[in-house]
């Protein structure tokens, strides 16, 4: 997972738990998946799909 994709998730992340708090409802806890695959920096989405955000090497 590219450092770009890593910063966006883990923003969308807390956003989203942000909103489920101020919101008051258990929505947020979605929060919890883009902000875990950022901090671990993996994401089983791509598996599948053959899918990376990394810069290759030349």
Known sequence: MGSMDRGLRALVGIGLIAWGVTAQNWWGAIGIIPL?????GWCPAYLPFGLSSCKTPK
Do not use: Q, S, V
């Open 36 to 40: 875990f695959t950022a901090a671990i």
